[in-house]
């Protein structure tokens, strides 16, 4: 069956002749490398960190040639911090403190995913394999996430955050050749609304970098 599948989508690819109307619709994964960005006085960037997503992303061609269009997708994102702010939920309040002293702080996050994209490259109908730059926001929605840190030998976990923010958004840019691509994710949104420490807004935001791969 596989191979009947695979047979019938090189045969429709073959049908294409230089200039058709084409479009770039996608499954995309990446893996990426994550870091807190704006931490509070005091707070140091996360340690090592970690993201993935999946998804599709479904393609607008602008031009005859194809090499200019809009994309909008839908995807699954999680991410994986260590870090240093003790994040804590008492009496259906956030409560924000230093970790300095914690042996394991981590969080984690489920997202839905809506990348929406302007792209750039140098593809026609016959050609699969070239450079592409493609730049725009992503939505991203929480469906889950979890604090942990673990003081005196004691874990403490907690899954509802009330000054988490569920709905975020940042600038992407992901550029490269054929199914390989260097890829950005900077947030333009704080992880946090209406969190202070010690005074001090906190903004703590995402910054994820690595790579992509576009599978047609």
């Not at 960037?45 to 993201?51: H, I």
């Not at 489920?110 to 750039?120: G, K, Q, S």
């Not at 992901?174 to 900077?186: L, Q, R």
């Amino acid at each position: 069956m596989c191979f009947f599948v695979g047979y019938l989508a090189n045969a429709q690819k073959d049908t294409l002749q230089l200039g058709a109307h084409y479009a770039e619709d996608q499954i995309y994964a990446s893996v990426n490398y994550a870091q807190l960005n704006n931490q509070p006085s005091g707070i140091s960037k996360s340690s090592f960190s970690y993201a993935f997503s999946i998804g599709f992303i479904k393609d607008f061609t602008l031009n005859k040639k194809g090499t200019i269009a809009i994309a909008l997708g839908l995807g699954y994102g999680y991410d994986f911090f260590n870090h240093q702010l003790k994040v804590q939920e008492l009496n259906n309040s956030t409560i924000f403190d230093f970790g300095a002293n914690l042996t394991a702080n981590t969080f984690s996050t489920h997202n839905l995913e809506f990348p929406l994209e302007f792209r750039l490259r140098t593809s026609t109908a016959k050609k699969y394999d070239f450079w592409r730059i493609y730049t725009g926001v992503k939505f991203l929605y929480n469906l889950k996430h979890n604090f942990k840190y673990t003081e005196n030998i004691t874990p403490t976990s907690f899954t509802t955050i009330s000054s988490f923010k569920k709905l975020q958004y940042g600038f992407t840019l992901s550029a490269g050749f054929d199914e390989y691509n260097f890829n950005v994710f900077y947030s333009l949104t704080p992880l946090f609304e209406d969190a202070f420490l010690n005074g001090e807004e906190i903004n703590t935001s995402v910054i994820k970098f690595g790579f992509i791969f576009y599978i047609l």
